[in-house]
């Protein structure tokens, strides 16, 4: 008897489910017209005013048998929901977003990076700290075929002690040596105040992962066309690492590459921790090119080659990798970077 | 005369609004009432099977503005408010629940812990390493007013050759010193096959960190009425060491303490990181007795005094401190112990 | 001149260092010999007393230019390289180093897994749920070629009211159709107790996240020769994870295999990070053969293919998957099992 | 018999560990030595190449019983305490090194923070909204006692299409509104190129968590005077957020204020993670002022008095609270902004 009365008083939620989505729609309706005439008079359609006027009379109005928590949350969803309605209508969600978009190929000279084409290698020493080593480390790379040729004249460094990069005069080192091998530039970029000067030496702008919420930074990137090359945070969560990309693309520079560089995490073997899942997710939710630095990720040489294996298995577009001519007296990232005979080897294993 | 136009579609959505309330109220009356039938003839309220079929109905009706994904996520929050009605009406949601309960009073012997009473000390020795060292330890605690009384028998450690605790004899050597103090002993059970062993000896029971979520010892346990101390996993979840709590009291046993002993995090400077906040939510979600472990949730001797009274701040209504005759030579822990002179300091310093 | 007296000053040091690496290696010598004696008369060769004395009459003696703690943390150093050296001597370090190893094979049944052999699949449900449930799986798996087939029938639940598995029978069901479809059988062993139990029916003992650290648990299956598939910790270090395989080998059971399965970070988009970096490690540090769980690492169907690709250019032997006849009325991991469909996809995506 | 031998060998090892120390010690002297006139000179004492031969040399002279690893370690640990006698003679490691000084006392106007002064407090709304919602709160939280009002009019938020703060009006209407109640104005600071601007109307600059490690802006707030209010990282370790101190004090800044803001980490139910022990670290390892931030740390209202509590106990010398007159319609931070009546509640329990 039991079965019977559940399946009468089922049909009735049947019925009441029906209903409640015609209503809901209707709802839906009427909320993204005001949404559109909010647009057009220049307003946000997000208004937490009225949302808790809203609230205030529901509640006001509630009889039971939800508690009042219970009728806010669910009028909260129906509320963000109407919005949504609104926001897709009018335009896809982010700039960022894949929608259904065509994978972005970025430019860099000559150099097709993303969609269909082959993974591109990033390579160079850590920091450039002579002309000389620059320079030695460029012909060799480029010998090999590398395109994109790293180096820092700009250290983020924990310490004010520690090496801070050599500034203007390595970016011309670093210029003149890309020219000479026929190589572009890849350098990081710390603060706003030194755009002009790094558009005038710099192929590729890298925003590193202790900048990767420098909003101000961001926001200067973005006035340009110049490529970007952008990090992920130290912590950054994959949404926070998009919505950087965002800042880059709402101020006009569609030419916006992501470098996901390792997490960090309690794991003590290794520097980071590489969030492969984030190589894939963000391809699945941007249409823009995705690279792996390789060796921030592990911080590790013996880690270099399955971590481009496995970058470049979960889809990405680049691998970038520290090449040094004796890194044993490197004035950073000893441990990791590669002096030439292990590069050679790299290549030959990775297969690039 | 736009900001009229939103006006008039403003009052239909108050209207709608209302008609929504409406429904949903209805709806949440029948659902409640479906639910109350099934758990009379023993089943789940939470039928997968039902939700999906009234997801595809819906779905299937579905005309937009929202696209199908937006209604499933509409209903589905419908479903699960619908739900909680009914379990509200018959139960609290849990018996670790605060809801409206007072603080549950664990009493250990003639000792009170939660509620009014003031906050208690459990110290002792990490391991029981030979009769004269708990002896020593337990006479000299007893003596500054201890009551409680840990030691480990059976030592988790991360190496299966490392010390592993000396098992029987010392539970008994440790049953007989406190004893003679006149105190209730504190010990570890890492396996629900000493359940029967322990039972004989030790007076609270306390489950560690690496055993947090071993479901078996936790029914074990629960079957018992001996007050536990439950730790907080190594990276449990808030939720995840109050439904660890619910495994023991859905066994039977009221007597459930809580120990907050520090998350692990990317943090170099601490062994692990004292989740404060979790000490203050345990009181708000619970209405359990919540220990602090400053020991090992610092893994600093110059850390007990500021995290002992920051756990004392927060709510908590014991601590738990490493004491050892001799820390330099201790078999584990060497670098958390107090000997005797530094703890007589700590006494003084956070005024127990 | 300064840059001479530099330069004689640095003979003097070349001169001291010299003589220092004499001494050195003197006492390494001494102190392995007395590590051999003493390892014959049954005593660690780590004393703590004698440590402490020797770092008293050292600093009784200090007159600089060293502060004691400086002098004191030098020794340390020597004595644990002094300890090193006889260690090395006896035996390798650890049973699941690599060392000079070969990779581990191990054969469950007639399937043998690691070293140069195709990397293998497991796939079934999370939980076996009912007979015809895992029946229909295991015959459609089996139809495409896998051979290992999982299905849970004690089911680690953070919640005591979730469903906590079908035991004994579901154990039954899955041995049948594992046997009428020739496949091995691999599922969760939870608790010592369930030892013999499980014995009876399982070919391949999974010890799950939440028991990594459940030392008890480790040495009984360790007791036996039945194959173990030991996923690592919830938050575990992959040190630790390599320890709890030692736990196993350390009692006599060499038919180890690793499962990395995510580990828990701050991250949202993911249920846990896959750690493509400990796939790695774990191949270059032990021997043993080293799974992915590509379901639960990501928690997201959207991840198996990019998931299962990196693992295996990462290097590893094996690859766990969850297939279920209908995910959404799944009793539990809904959210990432695939059904039959979606599992052809994913064999033509990943090459298996 | 074995024991004799033991007890005779042990004499050998007594001996050598003298020697070595001698030798040690005389090593010590020397390498200060040198570094003394490397300093004279101009140069770091560290020298990377230098060290390379040396271990070269030392590995070619190595004949066991030490693995060329073993020696190579041993003698990395006697360069680097070698380093250390040379720089303790000079200079206290660190300007931010607590070292044997007094606690720094920052003078905010006549308000003065850190030392024996009693905590202070800093509140005010997260974001300035408008000139009627700061002065309104301004004048409310100065009702109370509060002498430091906060308020932001650069808002770092995660999305550009979030509100970004009303740059120089807002900080306009608050530099009025906190002169007119007798106030000091807290604003955070996001871009070296703002630093002109906000030194027109801010009395302390605050640098948020995600510009940690925006050294730029670091080193150009330490080239003033003006007190800072530096938040750890989002992520960021306690050694990093000392070093950022350590940036704004070498820039000649000594008015450096510390700020806990809660670390990230999987813990679901907060915000963030409140890192007590961090608060108690950073006074046992710097002489400068400790701050909590105990909304965003938390992130929940029910949190703001227990954190405060244990913020306190721990040893803070001040706390931030937000304040904002109508919470739930604010452009930022709506859950864990207080209204006007729950401070006064705040006030009475924290018993400011």
């Not at 359609?45 to 006027?53: G, H, I, L, V």
């Not at 969803?77 to 972005?104: C, H, W, Y």
């Not at 000559?110 to 850590?126: F, Y």
């Amino acid at each position: 008897m039991s079965q019977e009365q559940i399946e009468s008083k089922r049909k009735q939620i049947d019925n009441l489910n029906l209903e409640l989505l015609r209503l809901l729609s209707e709802r839906g309706r009427i909320a993204s017209e005001i949404g559109a005439i909010q647009l057009q008079i220049g307003f946000s359609s997000y208004d937490p005013k009225r949302e808790m006027e809203m609230l205030q009379a529901l509640t006001a109005a509630n009889e039971g048998p939800f508690d009042d928590a219970a009728v806010k949350s669910l009028f909260k969803n129906i509320f963000q929901a109407s919005m949504a309605v609104g926001v897709k209508k009018e335009k896809p969600k982010l700039l960022t977003s894949r929608g259904d978009r065509q994978d972005t190929v970025v430019m860099i000279g000559d150099v097709p990076v993303g969609g269909d084409h082959p993974p591109v290698l990033i390579s160079g020493p850590c920091a450039i700290e002579s002309e000389e080593q620059f320079s030695m480390t460029a012909e060799f790379v480029a010998s090999r075929g590398v395109r994109l040729i790293r180096g820092g004249a700009f250290k983020p460094r924990s310490s004010p002690y520690s090496f801070q990069g050599l500034g203007e005069p390595a970016l011309k080192w670093a210029r003149a040596a890309c020219d000479r091998v026929g190589a572009y530039f890849v350098a990081e970029i710390m603060d706003a105040g030194d755009l002009d000067l790094c558009l005038d030496y710099v192929d590729v702008l890298q925003i590193g992962a202790r900048n990767s919420q420098n909003f101000s930074l961001l926001k200067a990137v973005g006035r340009t066309d110049r490529p970007v090359l952008l990090k992920r945070g130290l912590s950054g969560t994959i949404e926070e690492w998009i919505m950087s990309a965002e800042y880059i693309m709402a101020g006009g520079n569609p030419n916006v590459m992501l470098c996901e560089r390792g997490i960090r995490t309690y794991e003590k073997y290794t520097r980071n921790t590489l969030d492969i899942s984030a190589v894939a997710l963000a391809k699945l939710e941007t249409h823009l090119p995705v690279f792996v630095d390789a060796t921030h990720s592990g911080g590790r040489r013996d880690l270099l080659v399955p971590l481009t294996k496995a970058g470049l298995a979960a889809g990405a577009d680049g691998i970038m990798v520290e090449v040094h001519p004796n890194p044993a007296v490197a004035l950073s990232d000893q441990k990791q970077q590669m002096d030439f005979e292990t590069f050679d080897d790299y290549l030959t294993q990775v297969g690039f």
